[in-house]
T-cell receptor, first 115, second 116 residues
């Protein structure tokens, strides 16, 4: 596997379910991100992790719970979601600090539908 | 807070023609990066081109070039010799440069259609 991978690619869940999204980066980066992409809205940053430490939580509801066990893996645990949470969830990674490139590399996303 | 504005929700271009996508941004910083990302339908978002604010020379990557006007806070993307594979959502993004790490701020995107 190369780049940034995400599983599953599609997920349908009921409002009472608990599920997790997984992201893995194979680029040796030390920063990882979760974004939410909804139709007709800019990408919304949800969480930022630098060296496994959460450095930003962009006022995300507690029904979204991130986990970063190491610099290569990032999870987003979901529980009691609402229909308006249906969206494409994108994971990205980058090399923090000026020594690394400034761009972020994105995974293919998980298309989440909450019924 | 920094903001990025893409005023063209949709654009279309004839195959082999040239199209320009607009982007403006608002910041009080003097050192930052600007990016154009491409997201084809149901496919991964990929970096098209990046520009460092301290560089006066406009970035170019093959058929893609930018017109960076720092004073006007404008960062447009020109696609020359458009191809069917260029059809996608294009996002303009900004990132300020500080010690540590900073996230990207995205515009709402421009959907580009390429007409054969």
């Amino acid at each position: 596997e190369t780049g940034v991978t995400q599983t599953p690619r599609h997920l349908v869940m009921g409002m009472t379910n608990k599920k997790s999204l997984k992201c893995e980066q194979h680029l040796g980066h030390n920063a990882m991100y979760w974004y939410k992409q909804s139709a007709k809205k800019p990408l919304e940053l949800m969480f930022v992790y630098n060296f496994k430490e959460q450095t930003e939580n962009n006022s995300v509801p507690s029904r979204f719970s991130p986990e970063c066990p190491n610099s290569s893996h990032l999870f987003l645990h979901l529980h009691t979601l609402q229909p308006e949470d249906s969206a494409l969830y994108l994971c990205a990674s980058s090399q923090a600090g000026r020594a690394g490139g400034p761009e972020q590399y994105f995974g293919p996303g998980t298309r989440l539908t909450v019924t | 807070a920094q903001t990025v504005t893409q005023s063209q929700p949709e654009m279309s271009v004839q195959e082999a023609e040239t199209v320009t996508l607009s982007c403006t941004y608002d910041t009080s910083e003097s050192d930052y990066y600007l990016f154009w990302y491409k997201q084809p339908p149901s496919r991964q978002m990929i970096l098209v081109i990046r520009q460092e604010a301290y560089k006066q020379q406009n970035a170019t990557e093959n058929r893609f070039s930018v017109n960076f006007q720092k004073a006007a806070k404008s960062f447009s993307l020109k696609i020359s010799d458009s191809q069917l594979g260029d059809a996608a959502m294009y996002f303009c993004a900004y990132r300020r440069v500080v010690a540590g790490n900073t996230p990207l701020v995205f515009g709402k995107g421009t959907r580009l259609s390429v007409i054969a």
